[in-house]
Every structure is written in C-alpha cells, then in structure tokens.
C-alpha cells in the first residue's frame, strides 16, 4: 500500500465550481503538507504549504490538513479554466533531507 | 532568476545508447532530487543529494547514475539506456536551513524516449 493516496480522478467541473481535491497518507511522521501545481509539459511548481493540522487560505485557495485522521485537502473556490491542470499533494517529515512523497496527481479541467 | 534548469528537453535514444542528463540551479540550494514521472504514477524518487560529493539512493534508482561534483549540478546518467526508462525526467532542488526546507523548486522536465 502506498503511504500517499490521491484521488486519481480526472475530475471536470464548470467555470465558478467549488472544487475539492483529497489525498490520505499512512505515516504519522508527516508533518509538512504541500500542494503543487503542474501545468501539460511543465515541471510542478508549489501551490499551498502547511506545517501541521489546520488550514490556511491563499485567495481562492485552501489547504486543509486533519492529521488524526491523516487527511488533507484543497479547496478551489471560483474554479476558472486557468486552474485547469494537474494537482500533486507532498508530504514530508521533519528530518527526511527535504525528501518528500508525493501522491498520483488529481487532473482538473474547468470548462468556460 | 533562471531557478531549476534541466538539459536537454527532449532526446530520442536507441537501447543500449548512454546520455546525460545535466540539471542546474543558481539558488544557492543544498538539496537537489531527480525524479521520473510516469502516466498514473506520479513523482518517483531516482536519486538524491544533500550537499556537494554526496548522493543516496530514491525509490527507483536501478539503471541510474548521479554525480553532484559542484553544488549547482546534478547530474543524471543512464549507462545503457532500456525501454523502461522512457519517461519525463524532473530534477528539483531545495533549501536546508530554512523553516521550508521540504519545498522544492522545478524545472521544466526531460522527455526522453527509447526505442
């Protein structure tokens, strides 16, 4: 079993969605949770980063992390079709040489 | 600020043939990762370096050679080049002392094929 699980999707909603992408993990050790964002042909590029549980906005974004139930998520609200791309969740322990491990990726489209 | 940069972008290899892979950063940063991305399998971790002379094995780093001789390079090796190792390439890069020391920073990927 895999220690990162990500909701494979893909999903497809319409312009103005609230869109909700989900990842669970195994190892109690994770204590950084990050999102990325990964555009077709591009490298992933950082979205959101957490320390812990809780939640923390960034415009119409928002990272949620439940560690009891070692559970996170991302929240897009007004989903535009900019957003449309694929999403990574990452995780990482606190003395792992920055390694982190990443989950499958959740593929996006918005459509107009 | 170029960041991460990863060459070649693309390159077409026969089975068996050797290559390079050549990632650069001008960040100053102490962590530096390559990865392979495959379709419906994420990120996976090749190999990785925590400082200038060093490398450690990832999930995956049979058929793959790395050598970190200046602390801006990593360098990426394939001896004899299989089908398997079709994939998109990613190294990225990180910083260590700092309180986000788990972020790592992209570059734009190698697609490489073997025939």
């Known amino acids: 079993q895999k220690e990162v699980e990500q909701d494979p999707g893909p999903l497809s909603v319409p312009e103005g969605a609230i869109v909700s992408l989900n990842c669970t993990y195994s190892n109690s050790a994770f204590q950084y949770f990050m999102w990325y964002r990964q555009y077709s042909r591009k490298g992933p590029e950082l979205l959101m980063y957490t320390y812990s549980s809780g939640n923390k906005e960034d415009g119409r974004f928002t990272a949620q992390v439940d560690k009891s139930s070692k559970y996170i998520s991302l929240f897009i609200r007004d989903s535009q079709p900019s957003d449309s791309a694929t999403y990574l969740c990452?995780?990482?322990?606190?003395?792992?040489?920055?390694?982190?491990?990443f989950g499958d990726g959740t593929t996006l489209t918005v459509k107009p | 600020n170029a960041g991460v940069t990863q060459t070649p972008k693309f390159r077409v290899l026969k089975t068996g043939q050797s290559m390079t892979l050549l990632c650069a950063q001008d960040?100053?940063?102490?962590?530096m990762y390559w990865y392979r991305q495959d379709p419906g399998m994420g990120l996976r971790l090749i190999h990785y370096s925590v400082g200038e002379g060093t490398t450690a094995k990832g999930e995956v780093p049979d058929g793959y050679n790395v050598s970190r001789l200046k602390k801006q390079n990593f360098l990426l090796g394939l001896e004899s080049a299989a089908p398997s190792q079709t994939s998109v390439y990613f190294c990225?890069?990180?910083?260590?002392?700092?309180?986000?020391?788990?972020?790592?920073?992209f570059g734009a990927g190698t697609r490489l094929s073997v025939l």
């Open positions: 960040m100053n940063h102490e962590y």
């Open positions: 990225a890069s990180s910083p260590r002392w700092t309180s986000k020391s788990n972020i790592q920073y």
């Open positions: 990452a995780m990482s322990a606190r003395t792992n040489a920055g390694k982190s491990t």
